[in-house]
């Protein structure tokens, strides 16, 4: 993260090194049932051969992650065409979608925000303890109590991210406020207007 000042008011921001993606693969509403738009991003030293056949219509040699995105019926694609940051603009609101960082097993109080119990005389090394999971009837714990367990490391979507600025020449996009998942992770960006409302059922299990 970073900070740009507008004025005198200092602007918490991430930088993020966005494209350029190639466009893998178009899907089309007759024949696959739905409108989408495959991307292609990063490289490796070594592909396997499906992925390989896969990327020869686009004419790409390597690929290191390929996500697909839904879009209008009016928009059109071709494989093998570059898309950067030069379709945001300062002002835009973005949407990032992450996985975000894992914290391990870790109890009620850091897990779910539980109170834990009152530091005073008579509760002893029980502070942090969950309490009650259950009544003596029907004799056991239903499901979707909250316990302690693994928290993190589950997909996240943020939405209305302002677009600050955007290089095209460093392929560079500043988004305003922090974004889930450790330095150097993979993160989708797409148009706030775009988002299907499919992607609205974002499951966070931290």
Known sequence: ???????????????????????AQVKKSDKD???????????????????????????????????????DSESSYEPGQEITVAIFKPGDQARVTAVSKGKGFTGVVKRHGFAGSPKTHGHRHDERAPGSIGAGFPEHVFKGVKMAGRSGHTQISIKNLTVVEVDPEKNLLVLRGSLPGPRNTFIEIQAADTASSEDDKVKDKS
């Open 33 to 71: 049932g739905y409108q989408a738009v495959q991307l292609s991003w990063g490289e490796r030293k070594k592909i396997t051969k499906p992925i390989a056949g896969h990327l020869k219509k686009a004419k790409l040699k390597s690929t290191r992650y390929l996500r697909e995105f839904h879009v």
């Open 1 to 23: 993260m970073s900070r740009v000042f507008q004025g005198k008011k200092a602007i918490p921001v991430t930088l993020v090194l966005a494209g350029p993606c190639q466009v």
